[in-house]
């Protein structure tokens, strides 16, 4: 197949391998693109902020978009570390409105992070949801006012709990004309 139709999964440092195609799979039945998962690259340590113990995603962010594969239909990055943004105590991702790079981050999408005991169901099913989310934007999608969209914006987990991993019938008009 094209390179051009393949949604491009790029692991930043370690990522559960079993989880990648499982969220290719998923990925690949709500935009109908094969998934390809790359192999891992380095979390480098220029991108972590020592005083708050986080890693500045900008920068992976950045560095995700120059190395991007030109012909690839979408490219998103997922780490397992914890990300902040200028304005943002944290984020659980990123992404430009319609470009092709988008980024997911694990840390806080965990139970564990919390303190409540693991839970690979739920925490699936939040990176699932985060992954669609930040490819939504990269389709020109911004926020949605619609609780239950994915694209709701998530300032909170308890956010993302609640949303689902679909479309609105509005975000779903939107990403079948184009963006």
Not at 28 to 46: H, M, Q, T, V, W
């Amino acid at each position: 197949m094209p390179a051009e139709s393949r949604l491009v999964l790029v692991p930043i440092g370690p990522v559960n391998p079993g989880l990648l195609p499982w969220l290719g799979r998923g990925l690949a039945a709500l935009f109908g693109r094969p998934p390809s998962i790359a192999p891992e690259a380095s979390l480098s340590e220029a991108w972590y902020d020592r005083r708050r113990q986080q890693y500045r995603s900008d920068e992976v962010l950045a560095w995700l978009r120059a190395r991007a594969d030109p012909a690839a239909w979408r490219v998103l990055g997922i780490v397992e570390a914890d990300l902040y943004t200028r304005g943002l105590n944290f984020l659980f991702g990123q992404a430009s409105l319609s470009g092709r790079v988008a980024l997911i981050a694990l840390a806080r999408l965990h139970p564990s992070f919390y303190g409540q005991a693991e839970d690979e169901g739920r925490f699936r099913e939040r990176v699932l949801k985060e992954a669609v989310h930040e490819l939504g934007h990269t389709l020109g999608l911004g926020h949605c006012r619609d609780r239950h969209c994915v694209m709701h914006f998530s300032n909170t987990l308890a956010d993302t709990d609640l949303k689902g991993a679909d479309f609105c019938p509005a975000c779903a008009r939107r990403v079948a004309q184009g963006g």
